[in-house]
């Protein structure tokens, strides 16, 4: 064998050495859905709850350019939203009180200031199984006595919910745990649940994670720059993933995983983002596990490796939707 072929093949050997394994999810032991429920429907009627900030000419200029009918709503929104409205996404979802309800999310950047705080008293000293990586393994009982411990968005055995961006497109919600949790948002236990036209970004594990659910929807949302996954649905069943996207993540962009029986979920590689490094070719666009049994997957994913830092990325202007260096204001939070 040539010598020139023979470095070339050892060159190429050694990316995918170089390139790390795909880690197990590890999660608290799950009892998985009985298969009762059903994918969940889009609904058209008005909000319950509506969130967004309080910063009027902010919000007026990053709706400018939607178009007319588009923005008119936004700004009936807003004016329901300064007289009873919520200014972060928890506050609403805390006030669920029954199945069936609607959030809207106005745009802007919600990062979740009440959220971040470091566990304090029992939340700081529960007991449970360390992960592989660090975190530990709580319990649901857990989950729903410390819900910021790893979550910036806990939504905890709500049924039917919907939570709806209403910007012009994914960009102009945003939800961003500044790698300060785990996940940005954690659906656990919470059947027919709906997620449409927003971002979640940012996290040290998932920006968007659905456990032990019975229906849940993906419609039309972004994830990106997480240490490991962007999409993860686990021990679920009767999902859809539709028209999302994910791509900046260290392992997969979409998991859907761990039901015991199940079909194949589809994903494609977009060129759009492209690798950060030689090694990442080597990488797969979303881990071969089992999918849950009807879950059905429309998305568009990239890959990236563990070896390249995501950027610390500040919410996109109007002007330049998707630029990681240039912020709106984000007052009024």
């Known amino acids: 064998m040539p010598a020139a072929l023979l470095a070339a093949l050892l060159a190429l050997l050694s990316l995918f050495a170089a390139a790390p394994a795909a880690r197990a999810h590890e999660e608290r032991p799950v009892t998985f859905p009985d298969g009762s429920g059903s994918v969940p429907e889009y609904r058209t009627a008005e909000p319950d709850l509506i969130v967004c900030k309080t910063d009027r000419p902010a919000f007026e200029r990053r709706i400018s350019g939607f178009p007319e009918e588009l923005r008119q709503r936004n700004l009936a929104l807003f004016a329901r939203c300064e007289q009873s409205g919520y200014r972060h996404l928890q506050e609403a979802v805390d006030a669920v009180d029954r199945p069936g309800m609607n959030i809207a999310i106005l745009p802007g950047l919600y990062e979740e200031e009440p959220s971040l705080p470091k566990p304090t008293g ?188 995501a950027p610390r990325w500040t919410a996109p202007s109007p002007a330049t939707p998707d630029s990681r260096r240039t912020t709106p204001s984000s007052s009024g939070t």
Do not use: M
């Open 122 to 309: 029992e939340c700081a000293a529960l007991k449970a199984p360390q992960s592989s990586l660090g975190y530990q393994i709580l319990s649901y009982e857990q989950q729903v006595q410390c819900q910021h411990n790893q979550n910036l968005v806990a939504i905890l055995g709500k049924t039917n919910l919907q939570i709806e961006g209403t910007g012009a497109s994914r960009l102009d919600v945003v939800v961003d745990a500044k790698y300060q949790k785990l996940n940005a948002i954690r659906a656990d236990r919470s059947n027919g649940i709906y997620f449409r036209n927003f971002t979640a970004q940012r996290t040290t594990f998932n920006s968007l994670y659905v456990l032990a659910g019975d229906g849940f929807v993906i419609d039309d949302v972004l994830t990106r720059w997480n240490d490991e996954y962007g999409f993860l649905t686990f021990a679920s069943d009767h999902g859809l993933y539709k028209n999302c996207e994910s791509y900046g993540n260290g392992d997969s962009g979409i998991y859907p995983a761990a039901r015991r029986t199940s079909t194949t979920a589809a994903a494609t590689r977009s060129p759009a983002t492209p690798s950060r490094s030689p090694a990442a070719a080597a990488t797969t666009t979303w881990s071969a596990t089992p999918a849950p049994r009807a879950t059905r997957c429309g998305c568009t994913t990239t890959s990236s490796t563990r070896t390249w830092a």
